[in-house]
Nanobody, 124 residues
Framework: QVQLVESGGGLVQAGGSLRLSCAASGRTFSGYRMAWFRQIQGKEREFVAGITWSAGMAFHSDSLKGRFNISRDNAKNMVYLHMNSLKPEDTAVYYC?????????????????WGQGTQVTVSS
């Protein structure tokens, strides 16, 4: 059974940094891509960044590129989201997702497995 468990969320001041972690288990993720989405209250889930499990090829939302960075550690079965220069509008629940390789990265429907989410709150 696939499990994705996020951690690392919390309260941070504007301008600060956080690193979110996603512990992945339950299958071999070779041939999969991993991603981070976020959901701001009242809005649809939004793609933040994705990475291919095997090659580590990363894709980032254009609006967040430069501040957010995704990485993975295959040996530890971990995926990370490094968030810098945080703004109050980054306040959201952040979700880790996993899905088979495909051409569509930004759609939540392209992913088969989801974590429970971790809250990030950025104060002004």
């Amino acid at each position: 059974q696939v499990q994705l468990v996020e951690s690392g969320g919390g309260l941070v001041q504007a301008g600060g940094s956080l690193r979110l972690s996603c512990a992945a288990s339950g299958r071999t993720f070779s041939g999969y891509r991993m991603a981070w989405f976020r959901q701001i209250q009242g809005k649809e889930r939004e793609f933040v960044a994705g990475i291919t499990w095997s090659a580590g090829m990363a894709f980032h939302s254009d609006s967040l590129k430069g501040r957010f960075n995704i990485s993975r550690d295959n040996a530890k079965n971990m995926v990370y989201l490094h968030m810098n220069s945080l703004k109050p509008e980054d306040t959201a629940v952040y979700y880790c997702a996993a899905g088979r390789m495909g051409y569509v990265w930004v759609s939540a429907g392209a992913y088969d497995y989801w974590g429970q989410g971790t809250q990030v709150t950025v104060s002004s």
